[in-house]
């Protein structure tokens, strides 16, 4: 079983960037899809981006197309999401979660949550 902790988020001011990080632990890492999913204030946890074990597969929410990439290192057991052009609908608390394939992240149907990390855009 894998065991997730998110990290890297902050302030920033509208246009810049940030990359979170989401560290696994456990066996299975190497193996599953990875996602990111974030939550705003009042609003419904919505997915990010996903991406297969081997990180040849990557899917994104139409929202951040172009501006977020979803990138691996199964060495380090860790998936990142570097996060450019970031703009005040980007402020949420992001999420990570694994998952037998992207498709099954997209949806985002998983029993538990971690803490997630606060991303904060100023305008």
């Known amino acids: 079983q894998v065991q997730l902790g998110e990290s890297g988020g902050g302030l920033v001011q509208a246009g810049g960037s940030l990359r979170l990080s989401c560290a696994a632990s456990?066996?299975?890492?190497?193996?599953?899809?990875m996602g990111w999913f974030r939550q705003a204030p009042g609003k419904e946890r919505e997915f990010v981006a996903a991406?297969?074990?081997?990180?040849?597969?990557?899917n994104y929410a139409d929202s951040v197309k172009g501006r977020f990439t979803i990138s691996r290192d199964n060495a380090k057991k860790t998936v990142y999401l570097q996060m450019n052009s970031l703009n005040s609908e980007d402020t949420a608390v992001y999420y990570c979660?694994?998952?037998?394939?992207?498709?099954?992240?997209?949806?985002?149907?998983?029993?538990?949550w971690g803490q997630g990390t606060q991303v904060t855009v100023s305008s």
């Open positions: 456990g066996s299975g890492f190497s193996t599953s899809a």
């Open positions: 991406i297969s074990w081997n990180g040849q597969i990557t």
């Open positions: 979660n694994v998952g037998p394939s992207t498709l099954v992240i997209k949806r985002g149907d998983f029993a538990s």
